[in-house]
């Protein structure tokens, strides 16, 4: 083209020809001609770029065929026509058609044409394919529609461009905020220097912590996930960062935070160890009472096994299992071995604890402490056999004649110990009788009557005689009520009486002194 | 197999129980008692069981029937030195030796048999 001469170029400039070159020559835009009716007369290499119909297959058809749908409704066309004949120019943008039926976005503009007397002699239409920028238009109202705080930073800390939710949790619009630093909104501005540092370096960062100042003094907790973009070529322009207000979730945090501690402390509180068990057997948890009794602390505790502190660790184990078998058991007796080797006796409440979806996740168990209790019980139990062994003392009143005085009431036991004692002292002391003395017994009923029977049967077997004493009138009125049987039995009310019985069979007699030795 | 020997003390014939008398034993110690009683007219038995650590009821009713025995024979009969541990046996199991005379050792029973004895005799 260069090698035209100028003399030919300058003959072009100015005919119409000239102007139609030109008119073909612009290729972003469609530059159409309609005859007043909406026909197409003229059509341009533009036209031919955005809408794809070839100058001679479109000549002379009507415009319409540029539209479909809801556009061709209600004659739209003839609308756009008729103000653009009325007001001279006629804009919009919306959905044209292309000949192979799709769809695109284009800017319109319907001019109408006159001749110099005034009369419409046709329109001028000047389209532009605008899909591209409303991709774009589409893409920035998804941002803007974001709830999350988003922001681009370049590469030197710059904010680059911010949707309306960083406006708002900053409490800055979006011209003051462009151009500034990023980390001057943050309260550890260097922390927030930090993270954009790392996408930069790593292509991203995840739930990166910051705490972000509103203009108005307020701070917010936020988590940003932050990765670089790129242009088309690869290259990185800066960081597109997208923040996650978390203040409302670390609120509720705090608040789940300070229940369980509320809950531990009562834990801890407890006087009584406490102590979690997993499946397997391991120690999970225990509280500050479990350190003390077991002389050993929280860490070398936790991951060892239960069984493994007491005297007995297959006890231990059985007794956890049963809890993981039937839920619970209660009382379970077991020996613990502390850390300098005394041994605590303690009974375990144990019972299986659950999580949300109430699966079993482990056995809490309480143990009481129990050594005091099995010491009271034990001087107890040594107090009762001091007792029944003071309360039959067997004794030798005479050669030949012992004595028992029964105090309390006899039960099965008692008169067991009290039928052995007899006999052997009568065996011992080779005593033909034995005077068995009631006056501290009670009551009598028929048991304590059968033992008091079985007791004389022996002492018959033996060859020897009891003679029954103190018998009150209250234990003979019961006696005799009770239809009790006694007459192959000497009884006496008294235990002189009883004893005149033993002197006479054993064939001695109690004689008074005489005067005379009275007076020696 | 326990022998039993039977000792005759002038009317009075003594045995001394084994400590573990099996079934056939006893029933032994009935034939031979019976025997002697014939054979030297004996008034009176001791049965010393001071050596006996345990009864069961075939000892006890053999003992019970002995006795009654001896005394169908005209003799009186009496159990000596009974530990303490066999009489609480007998009477928690209910064993019975019924009204048989019981005496603490062999030398009360020799007592009680010779008083019996010479009573029979005078009173008779």
Known sequence: MTTQSDAKSSSIMGSEESFRLLVDSVTDYAIIMLDPNGHIASWNAGAEKIFGYQYDEILGKHYSCFYSGESLSDGLLEKKLKLAAENGRFENEGWNRHKAGSRFWAN????????????????????????????????????????????????DGKITDVNGATESITGRSRTELIGTDFCEYFTVPEQAREGYQAVFRDGQVRDYP?????????VFSVLYNASVYRDENGAVIGVFAAARDISERKLADEALKRATAYTRSLIEASLDPLVTIAPDGKITDVNGATESITGRSRSELIGTDFSEYFTDPEKARKGYQQVFREGMVRDYPLELRRANGRVTSVLYNASVYRDESGEVVGVFAAARDITERKLTEERIRQQS????????????????????????????????????????????TNSPVALVDIMGVPTIDTQTAQHLIETISAVRLLGAQVVLTGVRPAIAQTLVHLGIDLSGITTRSSLAAGLLVALDLLKLQVVRKSDNHLGD | MATVSVIKIRDILLVAVPSDPDDFTVSELQDQVLDALQRYNAKGLILDISTVETVDSFFARTISETVKMVALMGGLTVLSGMRACVAVTTVQLGLSFDKTLTALDVDRAMDMLSAAIDSMETGL
Not at chain 1, 213 to 218: H, K, L
Not at chain 1, 390 to 419: C, E, K, N, Y
């Open chain 1, 108 to 155: 319109t503009i319907i001019s109408s044409l006159r001749d110099p007397l005034g009369n419409l002699i046709g329109f001028a239409i000047i389209a532009r394919d605008f899909s591209e920028r409303k991709s774009a238009d589409y893409a920035r109202s998804l941002i803007e529609a974001s709830l999350d705080p988003l922001v681009t930073i370049s590469p």
């Open chain 1, 210 to 218: 910051l705490e972000l100042r509103n203009v108005d003094g307020r």
């Open chain 1, 385 to 428: 056999r001091e007792i029944l062994d003071l309360s039959t003392p067997v004794m030798q009143v005479w050669q030949g004649v012992v004595a028992v005085p029964l105090i309390g009431t006899l039960d099965s036991q008692r008169t067991q110990q009290f039928m052995e004692r007899l006999l052997e002292r009568i065996v011992e």
